[in-house]
């Protein structure tokens, strides 16, 4: 595969300048500058309670009273995906994948989705008759047929177990191999943004603390050896010793 920084193109697909947000006088993103790169993998940590999410919905636009001195920037075809698949009960899979959309295709780009995600076959099945993976997958799927130029993910794999968590891992990757979104993928697992992105930003006091670029190849397994660095200068960003661990 070619290296992943001759896909990166110089218009930005997100731009902020002089990004703030305050709740109550208490201000949680402190005039935070940021370009991410289109077609770029980027994650974002920091401790609970930091910002991370704060900082996705401003860039999804679902924030009206964030304030920036200068730009906010996003390109227009945006999908969000959240730590619980927010699939409607009431509908079936397929008819979920496909809310909103429209155009005689679109049943047809709906199935395609389910089956780049493994959900082929799962069509008509109800939400609550899919594993806490598949309903992720789903959610995947909902968000691809939307041609995303950004995908913005939540702890989209907070909720499963380790071994789902790493198959959906491996799937997220392959996803953005195929259709190169630019990804901002919110975590608390440090390992899990070695491993899957390109580069790992943390938010620290309002502002982003250390912006890493990950340059190990890909598919990278967590016992890489060049990985180690990166964990303890994420970790040690983070404000975790090795005592804590
Ligand atoms: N609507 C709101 N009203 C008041 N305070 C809020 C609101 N949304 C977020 N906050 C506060 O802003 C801070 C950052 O919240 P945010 O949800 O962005 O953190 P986070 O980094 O995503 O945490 P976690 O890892 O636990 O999801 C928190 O102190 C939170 O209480
Ligand atoms: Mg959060």
Redesign the pocket.
Known sequence: MAPHTQQLTAAPAVQLRGLTRS??G?T?LDDIDLDLPAGQFTALL????????????AIAGLDHEVVGSGRLTAPERVSVVFQDSRLLPWRRVLDNVLLGTNGKDAAEKGREALAEVGLKGRERAWPNELSGGEAQRAALARSLVREPELLLA??PFGALDALTRIRMHVLLRELWERHRPSVLL?T?DVDEAIVLADRVLV?DRGRIGLDLTIEAPHPRSYRHPLLGEYRERLLAALGVTEDHQ
Request: hydrophobic share 30%; aromatic share 4%.
């Open positions: 709740f109550d208490r949680v920091g401790h609970s309670g930091s910002g991370k999410s704060t900082l996705l919905r939540d702890e919110v608390h938010l």
